[in-house]
């Protein structure tokens, strides 16, 4: 059973930055494809972004595009979620999410929560004007 821990959620001031980070039990992340969803007060669960497995093609939602960038670490054992220029529309708990499998990176894979069987159990972000 795969385990993934998020770190690195807080309080910011809009306009800041943070940096999530999901590590895991496994030896290495690279088969797997990773997502980061979020839930806001009051709201759905929201797919953020997601990373290929074996690669580095990256998708994610219009409201983070140029703001938010996933990426792996070199050694393959964690994921990123580097978020700039954070607004209070941004405040959530984000979820690290994976999948032993190759999924193509386009918006099902991003948005289907269904698609994943592993999560963490999330970092919140809060966002403060």
């Known amino acids: 059973q795969l385990q993934l821990v998020e770190s690195g959620g807080g309080l910011v001031q809009s306009g800041g930055s943070l940096r999530l980070s999901c590590a895991s039990s496994a030896a290495t992340l690279d088969a797997y494809t990773i997502a980061w969803f979020r839930q806001g007060p009051g709201k759905e669960r929201e797919g953020v972004s997601c990373?290929?497995?074996?690669?580095?093609?990256?998708k994610s939602v219009d409201s983070v595009k140029g703001r938010f960038t996933i990426s792996r670490d070199n050694a393959k054992i964690a994921v990123y979620l580097e978020m700039n220029s954070l607004n209070y529309e941004d405040k959530a708990l984000y979820y690290c999410?994976?999948?032993?499998?190759?999924?193509?990176?386009?918006?099902?894979?991003?948005?289907?929560?269904?698609?994943?069987?592993?999560w963490g159990q999330g970092a919140q972000v809060t966002v403060s004007s």
């Open positions: 999410a994976s999948q032993l499998k190759k999924y193509s990176i386009n918006v099902a894979t991003m948005r289907a929560a269904e698609r994943y069987d592993y």
């Open positions: 990373i290929e497995a074996f690669g580095t093609r990256t």
